[in-house]
Structures are given as structure tokens and as C-alpha cells.
């Protein structure tokens, strides 16, 4: 009887629903919820979450960063192992949080019929100096069929890193002409959207794209030394970067926390610890910027939050090749020190500050790369006028950091005169790019990939095992998770590439 009665009730609730489901939509429809996806705010978001890098990576192989403690979960390029641990976070940042982003918001755009022709525009830079990255970091990559989950296409193939530099030659070019101050004002735009209006925005992407061609071009230097002068040579006659107000880069403050600087602020302080061969290079030329860049702690395992000593000839740095345990054997140990070693630290009160600028392309970088193309003969003008003027607007960059002062210029002009740095034609490739080196201290993928370009500084390899038989990581191994959910894709990139391995080179990184 029971039963009969929930069949009766269901029944009677079944048939009476027709007549109660007026405004039902409406009704339960979530007021907070998204109801369109929009380009700007998503272009917005892709710069954002843009991968800035690791200092247990990029920093960590070009020997300005160690962490000192082997703990397994540690082990990564400081060891010379091939860690997922620290292969994976640029490929999961960039392809969900900027790339895929990207693509859709670029599809949205160009679907809205009132055009969005300078947004449009920003984004394909965008996504090219992003591309850019994800080759300089592991050779061939999903390119063409990248982001394209909307049409199913959930095991992307990988395409050949020569032929992707070859698409975003065009495509930085392309996207760069399509910009016009005569369209519509970005708001939305990260780096350059204070300007107010697209007068004065349009300009300043001009030149951000055409420093991503320039930094394209000289890529080929040892590939195609006359395809490099010829890409070089016509970026710069379209317009690069001319002073610091063009630099790209992104703000942080309480709420947007500098993401490469979370990882050593917050998870065990005690283990980071600045590279030997970095700071000796800062202590012989007296460098002025080093101050905001390293210091010593009275207890490295309280550094975030201490103030620390930045008088340079107090400063050491871990040497390369060692843990913490072997280290102890070495005559030129230098002990433990509160919970942590007695070596110089990040300097987190600017360099490695919760609200540290992150900065992507700049006057800096700019400058010290035409100063190599004009010493090659590759552009016109002075070597050695633009490796002053490179260096110099790396130190006056640090304004832009916290509790900073300006760098003097009577300070720049000493630093600039002194044996080590005063321009030498018989050093010049040497000192511009070891200048290029420092300048690039907080922009790990960029300070990786002109070491491998240029070969410079002349760093000694890290010894620590023989796991790259004496030689340098040349790149990161793909995540394990593409050799499991895009199986076949990645096993014929691993081939192409010549294996999926730390001392495989990409195409440009020719012996």
C-alpha cells in the first residue's frame, strides 16, 4: 500500500511540472555567474599567468641561484636531474593559463563584428613571445593545433621548432603592422593600458613587437649567422624599444603576489642561497645593482622576512657542484649559520620582494642585443654606445622594484669605466653578453636561452654527477603526463628532436 502511494505521488508531481515552469530559467539562473567569455579581460588574464620561469631552473642552470639541499623532492637542475618535478610547471602554466586563453580569446575577437583589430593584434604578439618561450625551453611543441580543445582536438601534434621560429617571424610581423592609433584603445592591456588612449599605446607594442623580432633574429646567430643579420637588421629598422617606458613588464602588489618569487619566500627559505659564480662576478666589477639583488641573513632560515646585509664584500655564494652535506669536506666551506648555511641569499626585500615586478621584454635586453648585431656589423652604430647605454637602463630599471633608490649616474659611470666592464672590441661578445647575463638576473628563460646562444658568461660545467657527461642542460625533458595522455604525438617528438633528454639542444643551439 505504501508503495502504491509514492508511485501515485510521483505520478501527480511528474504531470503537474508542465504547469509550474514559468520563468524556471530565470528563476534559478546564478546572478554571479559568467554568461560571456570576454576577449579582454581573458587577454588580460593570459598576461598574467604568463610562466615567468623557476629560479630552480633557469637561474639554477646558468649558475646565479642554487638551492643547496639534495632532498629528493630538490633534486632538480641545481643536481643535473631530469626532475618532473621541474620539467612540468612552464608547460602547465603556459598552455592552459596563457596559450589556450589566447586562441580563444583571439576566436572571440575576431567574431565580434565591430573588430577588435588593435586587441587582436596584441594578443598574436602576445602568443608569439609566448611560443617563443615554450621553444627555447624544450624544442618541438604543440603549435598549430595548440588550444584548439573548442574542435576536439585534445592530443595536439607537436611541430618542428625551426619551422614554429619560422611562423612567428611572420606572425610578430604581421600582427605588428596590424596595429593602428587610428583603432580602438585597449584597456585591458597589462603593460601598456595607463597610456589612456590607442595614440599612445599603438606605438609602444610596435616596438615591444619588433624587440621580440630582434631577439628572434639574433637566435639564429650561430645557426644562420646571415639569416640572423637580415631578421635583426629589419626589426630594427621597423622600431625597437628606446628607453625604460617601453619595457613590458607586469606589476605586483598584495593581492598579485610575484609568482617566480613564491616558491623561495615561502617553502623552506633556508635552502636558496645565491650561486658562487654570480656573486664573485658582482663583488669583481663592484657592481652597483648588487645590493638589491643578494645579502647575507643572520638566519637564512628567517630571510623573508629580515632585513639583510648588502655590503658587497660580505657576500658569498654557494659554490656550484655541492649540496649541503658534500660541501662540508671542502676546505673553503664556510659553515652553517642559524638554520641555514653562511652564504648570500636573494635580497627579498627588493629582487626577491612578494611585490617584485616581472619583467618580460625590456630597454635592457633591447639595447645589449644591437650592441652585439652593431659589433657584428649586422646594424649601424656604436657597439659600444648601446652596450653603455644597455647596462645603464639595466640599473635604472631597479626603480621599479620596492624600497629602492636610483642607481646614481656618477655610480653607473664608475661601474662602466671599471677593467672588468669598460668596453673592450678584443672582450666584446664576452662582456656584452655577460652583461646581458646580469641584467637578466629576475627573467630566467631569457638568461637560459642567451647562455646557450652565446655561450657567455664562460661558466665552468656543473660537476655535481656525470648525468650530462661535463656538459650544461640544453633544454627541459617534456612532462611524464604528454607521454601518457598524447602518447603518439609525444613519441614522435622525442624522436624528432633527437630524444627527450637534458642535453638534447633546440634549433638554434648549435655546438
Avoid: H
Avoid at 46 to 58: C, H, I, K, M
Avoid at 134 to 153: L, N, R
Avoid at 222 to 231: E, G, H, M, R
Amino acid at each position: 500500500m505504501k508503495a502504491k502511494k509514492y508511485i501515485i505521488l510521483l505520478f501527480s508531481a511528474f504531470f503537474l511540472l508542465p504547469g509550474c515552469d514559468k520563468d524556471f530559467e530565470e528563476i534559478n539562473k546564478n546572478p554571479y555567474s559568467l554568461t560571456k567569455l570576454d576577449p579582454p579581460l581573458l587577454f588580460a588574464n593570459a598576461v598574467r599567468q604568463t610562466n615567468p620561469g623557476s629560479w630552480e631552473v633557469e637561474q639554477t642552470i646558468v649558475q646565479q641561484f642554487v638551492n643547496a639541499f639534495n632532498l629528493g623532492a630538490t633534486a632538480g637542475p641545481n643536481f643535473n636531474a631530469d626532475t618532473d618535478n621541474f620539467n612540468t610547471p612552464k608547460w602547465n602554466g603556459d598552455y592552459p593559463n596563457t596559450i589556450k586563453l589566447l586562441v580563444k580569446a583571439i576566436d572571440l575577437a575576431a567574431a565580434e563584428p565591430s573588430g577588435r583589430v588593435n586587441l587582436i593584434a596584441m594578443m598574436r604578439i602576445w602568443k608569439a613571445y609566448v611560443f617563443m618561450t615554450m621553444v627555447d625551453t624544450y624544442g618541438d611543441v604543440p603549435y598549430s593545433e595548440a588550444g584548439k580543445g573548442d574542435v576536439q582536438i585534445f592530443t595536439p601534434k607537436y611541430d618542428d621548432d625551426a619551422a614554429i621560429y619560422e611562423d612567428l617571424y611572420n606572425e610578430l610581423k604581421s600582427a605588428t603592422d596590424a596595429l593602428s592609433t587610428t583603432a580602438e584603445y585597449v584597456p585591458a592591456d597589462l603593460f601598456y593600458g595607463s597610456t589612456g588612449n590607442a595614440a599612445a599605446q599603438v606605438p609602444k607594442w610596435k616596438k615591444l613587437g619588433n624587440s621580440l623580432l630582434l631577439r628572434l633574429g639574433m637566435r639564429y646567430s650561430k645557426v644562420n649567422p646571415a639569416k640572423a643579420q637580415s631578421i635583426v637588421s629589419e626589426a630594427v629598422s621597423r622600431g625597437v624599444m628606446q628607453d625604460n617606458t617601453d619595457d613590458a613588464f607586469i606589476r605586483a602588489d598584495k593581492n598579485y603576489n610575484n609568482p617566480l618569487n613564491n616558491g623561495p619566500r615561502t617553502n623552506n627559505i633556508r635552502y636558496y642561497y645565491a650561486a658562487q659564480p654570480f656573486v664573485d662576478y658582482l663583488k669583481l666589477t663592484n657592481d652597483p645593482r648588487a645590493k638589491y639583488m643578494i645579502g647575507k641573513y643572520a638566519d637564512p632560515g628567517n630571510a623573508a622576512t629580515a632585513t639583510p646585509d648588502v655590503t658587497l664584500a660580505n657576500q658569498f655564494g654557494f659554490p656550484v657542484g655541492f649540496d649541503s652535506e658534500t660541501i662540508k669536506t671542502q676546505p673553503f666551506n664556510r659553515g652553517t649559520k642559524g638554520q641555514g648555511l653562511n652564504y648570500s641569499q636573494i635580497n627579498f626585500t627588493v629582487l626577491g620582494a612578494a611585490d617584485a615586478p616581472i619583467l618580460f621584454v625590456t630597454n635592457s635586453q633591447t639595447k645589449l642585443l644591437m650592441a652585439e648585431a652593431a659589433f657584428r656589423g649586422w646594424i649601424t652604430g656604436s657597439a659600444s654606445a648601446l652596450y653603455t647605454e644597455g647596462v645603464k637602463a639595466s640599473m635604472n630599471q631597479w626603480t621599479l622594484y620596492p624600497t629602492t633608490t636610483a642607481i646614481p649616474t656618477a655610480d653607473q659611470d664608475a661601474y662602466l669605466a671599471g677593467p672588468e666592464v669598460a668596453f673592450n672590441p678584443a672582450r666584446a661578445l664576452e662582456q656584452i653578453n655577460t652583461q646581458y647575463w646580469v641584467a637578466n638576473i629576475g627573467n630566467g628563460p631569457e638568461g637560459f636561452a642567451n647562455f646557450r646562444r652565446s655561450g657567455f658568461p664562460a661558466l665552468a660545467p656543473n660537476l655535481y654527477n656525470n648525468n650530462l657527461n661535463g656538459g650544461f642542460i640544453r633544454r627541459l625533458a617534456y612532462p611524464n603526463v604528454e607521454g601518457l595522455q598524447n602518447q603518439q604525438n609525444y613519441t614522435a617528438a622525442a624522436s624528432a628532436i633527437g630524444g627527450d633528454v637534458l642535453t638534447t639542444r633546440v634549433f638554434w643551439d648549435v655546438q
